[in-house]
Each structure stands twice: as structure tokens, then as C-alpha cells.
């Protein structure tokens, strides 16, 4: 919602004075008061109180709320004009109100024989940069509709086929100057430069195993975990970095073929009490780098001393393979049958999302605001109010619930006795990754076949 504070452009109040807007105020609060008194059905496990349930605000109190428009409008007049009024707009005011409003439509993209897509992050307003388990790198221009391959990384050992497992993260930076993903070797990582996505630096002997997930302290700490339930500092600073000098032949001319530097991680953890690190996220408020093992526990470092802290089994917690951290607020755990919301200051769960699909598993989850959004097994994304504490409603159908349905795409399944004479079905895809661009007004979606076994891919925008 956009909020303006209106200056009068002539006499004493501006346009939006209208003293009748104060009975609607009061009328909706009462309504809500009465909507939090009424006793539900099952009570919640943790419950808020206000201080007062007066009615009555100050003339001062009075005065704001009539001088302020909410209208966006207003809002927008006010940008263009440079006015000096204040004025905000809540960024997740405009998913919100597409969400509600049945609004967004998918736009499905061919991805031809890629086989399942793990992560992705909007690169800028038309580019979207996704990983795959095949161990591609693919970048995705909305405008042209085109899919273009960034070559991967190898170390300074070389990688073997069997030691290509996928790229299963992709990260950038706060200032968006850099993008780090997983490397050719499925246990080291790559950092690209932006917006060029020239390779600056390969990061290797800090995992023996498989990277699974990576989170950015800053513009140049990067924490990794891996498989191997180690947890590795990266410091990437292109000023302490080493770069070959590509030799070439007397009379040959040297071809433009970029360089990059082989780094070493700053400090190696063992994460104690986990098998195999499953997620990783920051939480900026408290400072703190939570780790998802699938052993089910939740772990938590200290990011000032790369020391561990506590760690926590999760309540009956299956099939725990994502989890997302709320700006200054909580942790969300995707699980089997159910999303977990935990307190960041202790790990106790505050609420159990329980899915409204039996058996979908819970694949990828975001926050955008106060809006959870939920990438399940079964192809569809729903979206769970945190504040109102459920599911988000249409406001174009009564009484039911958001929900994005993807399209069905194709599997190759691959037959041993017959490897040429495969067959395509059609399948409903997993949503192992979404993403909101920078706007919120538009979704990237991807994944693929849930079966280990079955090989394909799905990917689709929706705006």
C-alpha cells in the first residue's frame, strides 16, 4: 500500500481531508476487534494482545490520518512532481494485489532436453540466471525469450563426469556486482562478475562433497554448505587474487579467453550434529547463518565469530529440503506435509502451515513481505499470509484460496534396455525454485520430474 502525507496546494487542508474518513476508520477497527475476540474453533498456540482497545485518538492522531492518502495516485502525482510531501510504498503491495486479483498468467519456456532446474535469481529487470542437475549454467532473456549457456568452471585438479552432480545454488551479492553458483566440480563454487558474468575465481578444497546451498554475508564473505556437513568461509576480494597469464606463441595471436583466480576457503566448520547440509540462509537482524540438515535438526553460526551456536531437531519434520528467512522476522522450513515458522531467537515453532494438498512436499519457499510463498511437488505455488495467519484469498472468488497451477511439461524417461527408443510423457512438475524480480511483479518458476529416475525440466514466467 503507497502512503502519502498531502500538503495543501491552496487554503488549510489538502484534498484528502475528509472528516468522514474517520467513522470508516473507526468502523473497520471495530470489525477487526470483533474478528480477534471471536473464539476459533482450535486456539492458536501463541496469541497477541493490543494495549488498549480504545477507540478514541488524539486530535493530533486525527490530523495525520486525514492528511495522509493511501491512494496510489496520489502517490505516483507526488514521484513525478518531486513534491516535498512524504511518501512510502510497500513493495510487496504490488504481488499482493496481482496475487488477489487473479492477475498473473504463465508464460511456459522450452528448455529442450535440460534435465530439472534447482535454482534461479532474477540478474536484472529481463535476464534470469538458473542451474540444472545436468551441471548447466543458463541464463534466460525474458524480452527475446532466448537461453543462452554460461560455460562452468573447472578447478586446477579437473573434474571427471562423476564428479558432476548439478549446480544446486546460485547466489548474488548485495550490491549485485558478483553471482555465485556451484562450479564443473559439484564441490567447489564459481564466482561471476555482473553484469558481464565474466568468471572471476573458482573456490575449491573447502568440500569434499556435493555444494547443496550458499548464502552472502556481505559484498565479499560467502558462506557454503555441503553434503559433506562442513561449512566453508569464502572471502572474495579480486584485489589478494592471482590470476594466470595466458602464454601464447611467438607469431600467434592471443585469443580473448577469460582468466580467472583459484581460491581457498577462509575457515572450514564442522556443523555438529547435522547429516548432510540440506539449506542455508542469513538472517541479517541477529546476525546469524542458519543450516538445514536432513536429519532434521536446525543449526545455527554466529556470522561475527563463524562459531556455532545451538542446534535444534524440528517437530516430526520430514523431507526438510528449503527454508527462507524473513527480513527482521522468521524462519520458514518446508517439510513433507506441512511449512514450519520458527522464532529466530529460539527455533521453537511458532506455527504449523499444514499443506492444503496431502502429499505434495514442500520443494522451494520464499518471503516477499509479509507473503510466504510455497513451491510444492504437485506444480503449484500457494501463498500464506503472515499476518492474517492463513492462506491468501481471492478477491475475485469467495471463499477461495491463491493458488498458481504450472503448466505440464515433458519427461524423457530413458528405458535401460532401449536407450534410443524413449518415449515422452507428460508429467506434473516439482517447483524446486521461484523468484520474485526486483519489481515483485513478476514470478520466475522452475523445476522438474520428482522422481530421481526420470529426467526433464519445467520452467515458466508469470506476469
Same mark, same amino acid.
Given at each position: ?11 488549510i ?11 470508516d ?10 474478528e480477534?475476540?471471536?473464539?476459533p ?8 494482545y ?8 488524539t486530535?493530533a ?5 486525514l492528511s495522509?492518502s493511501?491512494n496510489?495516485v496520489?502517490?505516483?502525482?507526488s @514521484? ?11 513493495p510487496?503491495?504490488a504481488?499482493?494485489?496481482?496475487l488477489t ?10 528448455l ?8 534461479s ?7 534470469v540466471v538458473?542451474?540444472?542437475k545436468c551441471?548447466?549454467?543458463m541464463v534466460?532473456?525474458?524480452n527475446?525469450?532466448k537461453?543462452?549457456a554460461?560455460?562452468t ?40 562478475r555482473?553484469?558481464t558474468?565474466d568468471?572471476?575465481c573458482?573456490?575449491?578444497?573447502g568440500h @569434499?562433497? +556435493?555444494?547443496f546451498?550458499?548464502? +552472502?554475508?556481505d ?10 556437513t562442513k561449512v566453508?568461509l569464502?572471502?572474495?576480494n579480486?584485489?589478494?587474487m592471482?590470476f ?8 600467434e ?5 577469460p582468466?580467472?583466480a ?12 547435522a547429516?548432510?547440509?540440506r ?8 546476525r546469524?547463518?542458519?543450516l538445514l540438515?536432513?536429519?532434521?535438526y ?5 556470522a ?7 542446534s @535444534?531437531?524440528?517437530p516430526?519434520c ?22 514450519l ?5 529460539t527455533l ?8 492444503r494438498y496431502s502429499?505434495?512436499g514442500i ?5 516477499q ?6 513451491g ?25 484460496t ?6 505440464r511439461?515433458?519427461?524423457a524417461q530413458?528405458?535401460?534396455e ?16 521461484h ?6 511483479? @513478476?514470478?520466475?518458476?522452475a523445476?522438474?520430474p520428482?522422481?530421481?529416475t ?6 515458466g514466467?508469470?506476469?
Amino acid at each position: 500500500m503507497s502512503k502519502t502525507v498531502k500538503r495543501p496546494a491552496a487554503g488549510i487542508y489538502p484534498n484528502c481531508y475528509i472528516p468522514s474518513r474517520l467513522e470508516d476508520r473507526r468502523q473497520r477497527a471495530r470489525m477487526l476487534r470483533q474478528e480477534r475476540r471471536r473464539k476459533p474453533d482450535k486456539p492458536d498456540d501463541f496469541v497477541t494482545y493490543e494495549d488498549s482497545d480504545s477507540e478514541e485518538e488524539t486530535p493530533a492522531q486525527q490530523h495525520q490520518v486525514l492528511s495522509t492518502s493511501y491512494n496510489f495516485v496520489d502517490y505516483v502525482r507526488s @514521484r513525478e512532481t518531486d513534491l516535498r510531501e512524504v511518501r512510502s510504498v510497500d513493495p510487496a503491495y504490488a504481488s499482493r494485489h496481482i496475487l488477489t486479483h487473479d492477475m498473473f498468467k504463465e508464460t511456459p519456456i522450452a528448455l529442450g532436453n535440460i534435465n530439472k532446474v534447482f535454482c534461479s535469481q532474477w540478474l536484472s529487470n529481463r535476464q534470469v540466471v538458473f542451474g540444472t542437475k545436468c551441471n548447466k549454467l543458463m541464463v534466460y532473456d525474458v524480452n527475446t525469450r532466448k537461453v543462452d549457456a554460461i560455460p562452468t568452471l573447472p578447478n586446477s585438479r579437473g573434474a571427471s563426469p562423476d564428479t558432476q552432480s548439478g549446480i544446486h545454488a546460485c547466489q548474488i551479492n548485495p550490491s549485485h556486482s558478483l553471482l555465485a553458483t556451484g562450479a564443473r566440480h559439484s564441490a567447489d563454487i564459481a564466482i561471476y562478475r555482473l553484469p558481464t558474468l565474466d568468471p572471476l575465481c573458482v573456490g575449491e578444497n573447502g568440500h @569434499r562433497d +556435493w555444494v547443496f546451498d550458499m548464502c +552472502w554475508l556481505d559484498d565479499q564473505f560467502l558462506v557454503s554448505g555441503s553434503r559433506d556437513t562442513k561449512v566453508a568461509l569464502w572471502r572474495i576480494n579480486e584485489d589478494t587474487m592471482e590470476f594466470p597469464v595466458a602464454n601464447s606463441k611467438e607469431g600467434e595471436e592471443q585469443e580473448a579467453v577469460p582468466t580467472y583466480a583459484h581460491i581457498s576457503p577462509v575457515a572450514i566448520k564442522d556443523c555438529r550434529g547435522a547429516q548432510k547440509i540440506r539449506a542455508i540462509c542469513f538472517h541479517k537482524e541477529y546476525r546469524e547463518i542458519a543450516l538445514l540438515s536432513l536429519n532434521g535438526y536446525m543449526h545455527l553460526f554466529n556470522a561475527e565469530t563463524f562459531s556455532q551456536k545451538l542446534s @535444534r531437531k524440528l517437530p516430526n519434520c520430514q523431507e526438510n529440503v528449503c527454508i527462507a528467512c524473513q527480513p527482521n522476522g522468521l524462519y520458514a522450513v518446508g517439510c513433507r506435509s506441512y511449512t514450519l515458522l520458527l522464532d529466530p531467537r529460539t527455533l521453537q515453532a511458532v506455527k504449523k502451515i499444514a499443506s492444503r494438498y496431502s502429499g505434495c512436499g514442500i520443494r522451494s519457499a520464499s518471503f516477499q513481505g509479509n507473503i510466504l510463498t510455497i513451491g510444492t511437488g504437485l506444480g503449484m505455488l500457494m501463498f500464506y499470509d503472515i499476518r492474517a495467519g492463513k492462506y491468501l484469498e481471492s478477491q475475485t472468488s469467495a471463499s477461495r484460496t491463491v493458488v498458481l497451477k504450472a503448466s505440464r511439461g515433458y519427461v524423457a524417461q530413458f528405458p535401460e534396455e532401449e536407450m534410443d527408443n524413449f518415449q515422452q510423457i507428460k508429467y506434473v512438475p516439482a517447483i524446486y525454485t521461484h523468484c520474485y524480480d526486483s519489481s515483485g511483479t @513478476r514470478l520466475f518458476t522452475a523445476g522438474g520430474p520428482l522422481p530421481a529416475t526420470l529426467i526433464g525440466n519445467y520452467a515458466g514466467i508469470w506476469q
